[in-house]
């Protein structure tokens, strides 16, 4: 089973740089990419899948446009896991 985990790490960590680049064509503020990638690892991690990977270059797309649309719906009140605004 941590086989399992740390395989699924590996290649979570090994299509950052497609992630990077997709975020890039879905916004043009280099700031809001990254928080963009970051919040998709992150949910990726959180809802990762038991056993089989199958594709998970499309799954890790879905997510991020998933993720993409949910902020521009929402606007700043769910902005890529942004911190918070300082007072």
Not at 20 to 44: I, K
Not at 60 to 74: N, Q, S, W
């Amino acid at each position: 089973m941590e086989l399992d985990v740390l395989a699924f790490g590996e290649t979570l960590i090994a299509h950052i740089p497609v992630l990077r680049r997709e975020a890039e064509t879905l916004t043009p503020e280099p700031e809001t990419a990254r928080r963009l990638v970051r919040a998709t690892v992150a949910r990726a991690w959180r809802g990762r899948p038991v056993g089989e990977h199958g594709d998970i270059r499309s799954w890790l797309g879905d997510i991020m446009r998933k993720e993409h649309a949910d902020t521009i719906r929402f606007g700043e009140r769910r902005s890529f896991m942004a911190p918070p605004a300082q007072a």
